[in-house]
Nanobody
């Protein structure tokens, strides 16, 4: 497994923005795909956005046009830029990484959207 550490979560007002970071313990060039998931209390974990080793991205319909997933290879870091946040975005956000040896998860970072 690769070690993943999320950061950047917090409390934000509706309509605001946050950028989440996911730092990996090894080069993300060795990672087949990375993704952001989120889970609200009492709900299933859902895929928010993903990025492949080639840089191809995909987004859930609920966040398309508002969230952007990206990576900085030199920093071994993946990002999720979140804009136009609404209370439905409130959840624990988890970073995941798929390598040939398996999938790794970060511990999560809380995002709360509230006025």
């Amino acid at each position: 497994q690769v070690q993943l550490v999320e950061s950047g979560g917090g409390l934000v007002q509706p309509g605001g923005s946050l950028r989440l970071s996911c730092a990996a313990s090894e080069s993300i060039l060795a990672i087949l795909a990375m993704a952001w998931f989120r889970q609200a209390p009492g709900k299933q974990r859902e895929l928010v956005a993903s990025i492949t080793s080639g840089g191809s991205t995909n987004y859930a319909d609920s966040v398309k046009g508002r969230f952007t997933i990206s990576r900085d290879i030199s920093k071994n870091t993946m990002y999720l830029q979140m804009s136009s946040l609404n209370p439905e975005d409130t959840a624990v956000y988890y970073c995941s990484a798929d390598l040939r040896r398996g999938r790794s998860w970060g511990q999560g970072t809380q995002v709360t959207v509230s006025s």
